[in-house]
């Protein structure tokens, strides 16, 4: 009798084991997987994100005629409202942006950095600009018709 107990005793505490072992299992596979998805998530946001902010800045501007793509001294994307010009451009690595009154041309060093990305640019096809995000491997692109152009 006495070991027909220890045989129970020592099945319940296998199938305890069993089940821990799948839970353990279950569990670190769970996290690995949330992991992969974060990463995914993030390293598609690095490249959403900036084309995201330069598409929230050119909304409102775009259907007044503010904005104009200029290639000197660098290529960059001038905002104009009545007193002041705001300038996108990429430098050192880093989308930029330099808010200024209208009649002083900045330094572009002195911009203040947005966002690090390995790669931007700008292209003007009649109408339309062309924004382009690379940044580890990864590249998305936005399109911005203009109604109306700065002159």
Known sequence: MKTHHNLYLLVSLLL???FAAGSFSLLSTEIFAYRRLNET???Q???SLPLA????????????????????PITCLQIKEKE??????YQDGY??????????????EEGTKLFQVDAFTIIE???C????????????QLSIYLYGKAG
């Open 129 to 140: 600009l062309l924004f382009t995000v690379e940044k580890d491997g990864k590249k998305e």
């Open 45 to 47: 946001e690095d490249v």
């Open 41 to 43: 998530i993030q390293s």
């Open 95 to 108: 989308i930029k942006e330099i808010t200024a009154v209208s009649s002083y041309q900045p330094t572009f």
């Open 125 to 127: 096809k009649q109408d």
């Open 84 to 89: 002041t010009v705001t300038y996108l451009y």
């Open 16 to 18: 305890l084991l069993l």
């Open 53 to 72: 902010y330069v598409h929230t800045k050119l909304k409102h501007a775009s259907a007044r005629g503010q904005i104009a793509y200029v290639t000197k």
